[in-house]
């Protein structure tokens, strides 16, 4: 599945459900489609979607920072997007860098950044904040915080948005 369409069906989703500013509502948007979530601490994992007939489950690690949390969710919400036919997946806590990831985790990865940072939500704020095309340390902080993301994760967004 390429960029484009997962980035397409992050918006479809964000558009059904009237969302048009951050940060993105992720709980609201699971529990719109019936998914539970469940919090508990592990140390073993990071998130988890469990489906079975006609009900499905997030698990999130709840010793996380919220904003891995809300990450975690979105990525889950990936997979049960875009991933339908399969049941189960466990994200496991891999902190490593350089650790070579399988093609759907990449998908869910890429559908959690396009629906917590939408592309037309964060150029607006790119366009309003940057000087000269240019955004400081304290800008992406500035970005962070309000889309609920870590500083980590809106950079690389910026970077695969060309916006750094």
């Known amino acids: 599945m ?6 397409l069906k992050a918006e479809e989703i964000l558009v059904s459900q009237n969302i048009n500013e951050s940060p993105v ?4 948007i699971a529990n719109q489609y019936k998914i539970q979530i469940s919090r508990a601490p592990n140390k073993d994992f990071s998130g988890l979607l469990v489906r079975k007939e006609d009900r499905s489950l997030i698990g999130v690690n709840s010793k996380e920072p919220l904003k891995r949390q809300r990450f975690t969710i979105a990525h889950e919400l990936g997979h049960y997007f875009l991933h339908p036919n399969k049941n ?5 806590r891999d902190n ?10 990449v998908q869910a990865n890429i559908f959690a950044a396009a629906m917590l940072m939408p592309s037309s939500f964060l150029l607006e704020d ?6 000269n ?4 340390e304290k800008d992406i902080k500035l970005l962070s915080d309000k889309y609920q993301v870590s500083e980590d994760a809106m950079k690389i967004r910026l970077i695969n948005l060309h916006l750094s």
């Open 88 to 92: 189960a997946f466990v994200d496991y």
């Open 96 to 105: 490593q860098k350089n650790i070579i990831r399988g093609i759907k985790e």
């Open 126 to 131: 790119y366009k309003k904040i940057s000087k």
């Open 133 to 136: 095309g240019l955004l400081e």
């Open 25 to 28: 509502p992720v709980e609201l």
């Open 2 to 7: 390429f960029r484009k369409r997962i980035e």
